[in-house]
Every structure is written in structure tokens, then in C-alpha cells.
């Protein structure tokens, strides 16, 4: 597609309840990274895809959190058992190479009220 | 432990003027510095770059200047218009093929 694409782009789940969310990147993007922005916060690095490599997951919280890439293509970045800190936006970006700059998706706003 | 940092939340700069966003880093390993735009309900968009073997990198409107002595990269916007107002934020990586560090981000208001 023309540029990274997130669903949902707002989510709202109990706590206690498991979340999926989607990252469609840029074709022919090899890197695929996912950060979270909480109230008032930067952005924080979760965890990284480049190519068949092995991900770097250094920035997953806990292990309630995971993700995975399918086909070097389609990430999905699953929340078990959510948490209301875990409350923030979530952004997925690709580059081409992991060089350079990235280009971000517009994220999936995550309330878990 | 926050890498890098931008210590001025929020500034406040009148249309025409120059806008000046400061970054500080910690981590000496970085060499390779991006500036980041957001707008509200958007993913920030990359806005301009430098490597450590430069100390200036220009493009139009805005440039990007880098002391790594003082481990602190600035990014001018001149003159600096409405459509500006945004958050930006200061990144940096070690080496190729990384992720990028962020910072937590200088809200820029340009006022008429």
C-alpha cells in the first residue's frame, strides 16, 4: 500500500482482556518496528523486525506482550491479559532497510478501561 | 534511563521568527540523528537527518545542527510558519540497521 497501515485505529477492552493489533507496512519494507506513546511520554521502543533475522524484542514490558511478523509482511502485536497501564498509543513503522528514516502508520489509540 | 532527551516541553514562537528545538543525548554509540514531526490523530513523519561526520545538514526551511562534543543536536526552522505547530521529536541510532531512540517530544505552537 501507499503507506503503513494500523487497525484498529481505536480500541477500547476491559482489563483482564486480550487485544490484537494490526501493522500493514509499506511493500517491499524489511523493518518493522512497533512503539508506544503514553500520556505525556516519548516514544517507546517495543520491539523489531528486519527481514528473517531474529526480532529484537529489548523493549517488550512484560511478557504479556508479544508480537509477530507473518510472511515478512503483516505484524501483530498481541496484549494478554491488559492492564490499565497499558493505555497509549501504539505506532508501527517500516523502512526500507532499517537504515534511515521510518515511515509510521497513524497507530491504534489503546484505552483499557 | 532516558538516552535522549529534550528538555523544553512546549515553545512558544511567533510567525516569521526562528523556531529552536533542542535534543541531548547520553549514549556517545550514536551516529546517526533524526528529527521527527506529529501532528494530532497522525504517526510522527520524518523530517530531517544528520550523521555524526557532519555538524550541519540543511534542507529548506529547516536545518539540523550537531555538536558532539556537547552531545546536542538542535533543529532551526526559519522562518517558521503556522502550519508548523506540531510535536517534535529528537531521535538517534547506533549503527545501521537499529531502532531508533526517542525523545519524549518539544510541543511548537507559532502564534500569528
Known amino acids: 500500500g501507499a503507506g503503513v497501515s494500523q487497525s484498529p485505529s481505536n480500541k477500547v477492552t476491559e482489563k483482564g482482556k486480550d487485544v490484537e493489533l494490526r501493522c500493514d507496512p509499506i511493500s517491499g519494507h524489511t523493518a518493522l518496528y512497533w512503539y508506544r506513546q503514553s500520556l505525556g511520554q516519548g516514544l517507546e521502543f517495543l520491539i523489531y523486525?528486519?527481514?528473517?533475522?531474529?526480532?529484537?524484542k529489548s523493549g517488550l514490558p512484560s511478557d504479556r506482550f508479544s508480537a509477530e511478523r507473518t510472511g515478512g509482511s503483516v505484524s501483530t502485536l498481541t496484549i494478554q491479559r491488559t492492564q490499565q497501564e497499558d493505555s497509549a498509543v501504539y505506532l508501527c513503522?517500516?523502512?526500507?532497510?532499517?537504515?534511515?528514516?521510518?515511515?509510521f502508520g497513524s497507530g491504534t489509540r489503546l484505552t483499557v478501561v | 534511563d532516558q538516552q535522549v532527551k529534550q528538555n523544553s516541553p512546549s515553545l512558544s514562537v511567533q510567525e516569521g521568527r526562528i523556531s529552536i528545538l533542542n535534543c541531548d543525548y547520553t549514549n556517545s554509540m550514536f551516529d546517526y540523528f533524526l528529527w521527527y514531526k506529529k501532528y494530532p490523530a497522525e504517526g510522527p513523519t520524518f523530517l530531517i537527518s544528520?550523521?555524526?561526520?557532519?555538524d550541519k545538514n540543511e534542507d529548506g526551511r529547516f536545518t539540523v545542527f550537531l555538536n558532539k562534543s556537547a552531545k546536542h543536536l538542535s533543529l532551526h526552522i526559519v522562518p517558521s510558519q503556522p502550519g508548523d505547530s506540531a510535536v517534535y521529536f529528537c531521535a538517534a541510532r547506533r549503527g545501521t540497521a537499529s531502532k531508533l531512540t526517542f525523545g519524549t517530544g518539544t510541543r511548537l505552537q507559532v502564534t500569528l
Open positions: 544528520i550523521s555524526s561526520i557532519k
Open positions: 513503522a517500516s523502512s526500507y532497510t532499517g537504515t534511515g528514516g521510518y515511515t
Open positions: 523486525f528486519q527481514g528473517n533475522s531474529a526480532p529484537d
